[in-house]
């Protein structure tokens, strides 16, 4: 079974929302740190957001802060990431990422995605002007 699942990827117009969600299954519940990566094509994959497993530690690249909120469910193992405002160079495939090491999340670690052991396999997210 695949540890991580990704959802909530579409088409959008420029300005408008989307949320992603990332279920997480069996040994990767409750992971330490869970993190959104993206990439396109051709291009070095981006970290975008983190998020601790007590949601008291967050980080966000520069280029989305104040337009994603990145939030989890302990509960259900599910994080999620609300994209507001969105912009063509949003375009991109969306993963999420998660390691139980509890020395991930933290600011300058928390982007290396090599550091993560488990993955999903992405949703795309396109946005058109």
């Known amino acids: 079974q695949v540890p991580l699942v990704e959802s909530g990827g579409g088409s959008v117009q420029s300005g408008e929302s989307l949320t992603l969600s990332c279920e997480s299954y069996?040994?990767?519940?409750?992971?330490?740190?869970m993190s959104w990566f993206r990439q396109v094509p051709g291009k070095e994959r981006e970290a975008v957001a983190a998020?601790?497993?007590?949601?008291?530690?967050?980080f966000y690249d520069a280029s989305v802060r104040g337009r994603f909120t990145v939030s989890r469910d302990n509960g259900q193992s599910t994080m999620y990431l609300q994209m507001n405002n969105l912009k063509p160079e949003d375009t991109a495939r969306y993963f999420c990422?998660?390691?139980?090491?509890?020395?991930?999340?933290?600011?300058?670690?928390?982007?290396?995605?090599?550091?993560?052991?488990?993955w999903g396999q992405g949703t795309q997210v396109t946005v058109s002007s």
């Open positions: 998020i601790g497993l007590g949601a008291e530690t967050i």
């Open positions: 990422a998660a390691d139980k090491s509890s020395f991930l999340c933290t600011v300058d670690r928390w982007y290396r995605g090599s550091r993560y052991t488990y």
């Open positions: 069996a040994y990767v519940a409750r992971s330490n740190c």
